[in-house]
């Protein structure tokens, strides 16, 4: 447990049969951006930081966040927010994001920079163009409301730059997916509802969109999705994709493919375990142990469609694990990840539609060595 864990509400002395609170919600870096730099706009303008600051929310509601640090020189102001992600196991919880605001010129409106920590967006597709700072547009027009409001309560307008710094930052990106997306020096800042639902699924799919989106704006003919690091290494060494190319997308394979089905790729693999493949074939879509399970059954009857013998298509049935029932295939030289892979193809070929796109699946062994592929011939002859 976290060493603050009374902060979350557990307590030592809980039972592990009492039920556990509800899982607290936190604030996103575009929040934090946002509180930050009102606090500093407020203090440039008349001399007094807002300490705890009150934001609002884009999607309703309110923030209401204490300074971790609050600075006031002849020119610029900056005010700092401590991110609080909740019970969220976020990489940047406990961070700390500054935000300096000095005036811009007359009629400029409002700009952004980034500091130290933020990162530089350098590829096209992302929701902001190459040399912008890794801003994205909901912080940016939550930072513009709040010294909007600010200006207007002290008649002036609302010219101002605005630089978002979260010291450290560059070491935490190294553990996000910037640098794959090409944002350099540093982390982004994000946040469309201004909250951050714990283990919510919400950033795991918008990172996959964002590499898809990154990934078709540089012209990448093949994209391989995978369903962990295992088979992501695999598949790149196999193809020598660049990292730009490759979508993690975990459990996420029907969010993946609806969202290439409106979003085209010349080429598609996708990559996984065996076991993760499995439930793909079977016609899941989510594939994490909570939404969906491998059937032996139906496992131990595509064994029998390959010919194994009675006896051991009763052992598949009884069988605790798809490892298992794989050992059983191997002994007897069946093709199974062959067939998994081909009927996982199939699954995702529907999910894709009409998608004009050459798809393929590789199965992968716990050694990263493929063990099944199938799918379109153009996939295969490129391959």
């Known amino acids: 447990m976290h060493a603050d864990g009374a902060r979350f509400g557990y307590s030592p002395a809980m039972s592990e049969n009492e039920p556990k609170p509800p899982l607290r919600r936190g604030w996103t870096t575009g929040t934090c951006a946002t509180a930050a730099a009102a606090s500093a706009w407020q203090a440039l303008l008349t001399g007094a930081f807002a300490d705890p600051v009150t934001v609002a929310l884009p999607r309703g509601g309110t923030a209401t966040l204490p300074l971790a640090r609050a600075e006031l020189r002849h020119d610029s102001a900056t005010a700092g927010i401590v991110k609080d992600a909740g019970d969220d196991p976020d990489v940047t919880h406990g961070a700390l994001v500054l935000a300096t605001v000095a005036r811009g010129p007359a009629g400029s409106g409002l700009a952004f920079r980034a500091g130290e920590g933020v990162g530089t967006v350098t590829l096209p597709g992302l929701p902001v163009p190459p040399g912008e700072p890794a801003i994205n547009p909901g912080p940016r027009a939550m930072i513009a409301r709040a010294l909007e409001e600010i200006s207007a309560a002290c008649a002036v307008a609302a010219d101002a730059v605005v630089t978002i710094s979260i010291p450290g930052g560059e070491a935490l990106a190294a553990k ?208």
């Open 176 to 383: 996000t997916l910037n640098p794959r997306l090409g944002i350099v020096g540093g982390l982004s800042i994000l946040g469309t509802t201004g909250v951050v639902v714990p283990f919510s699924c919400a950033a795991w799919i918008h990172s996959i969109y964002r590499g898809i989106d990154v990934a078709r704006a540089t012209g990448l003919p093949h994209l391989a999705a995978a369903t962990g690091s295992t088979s992501e290494a695999a598949v790149q060494t196999m193809y020598g994709l660049p990292d730009a190319a490759l979508i993690d997308m975990g459990d996420f394979v029907g969010g993946t493919l609806k969202y290439l089905r409106a979003h085209p790729v010349p080429r598609l693999t996708l990559a996984g375990g065996f076991a993760k493949l499995v439930k793909l074939a079977q016609g899941h879509l989510f594939l994490h142990s909570s939404k969906s399970r491998v059937d032996p059954a139906a496992l131990a009857a595509t064994l029998a469609d390959l010919g194994a013998p009675a006896e051991t298509v009763a052992e598949a049935r009884r069988a605790t694990t798809a490892l298992h029932v794989l050992t059983l295939a191997g002994g007897l030289g069946l093709p199974l990840g062959d067939r998994i892979a081909a009927d996982a193809a199939a699954v995702a070929r529907r999910a894709l539609g009409g998608a004009d796109t050459a798809l393929e699946v590789v199965v992968f062994d716990r050694a990263g060595q493929p063990i099944g592929r199938a799918g379109d011939a153009v996939a295969l002859a490129g391959g």
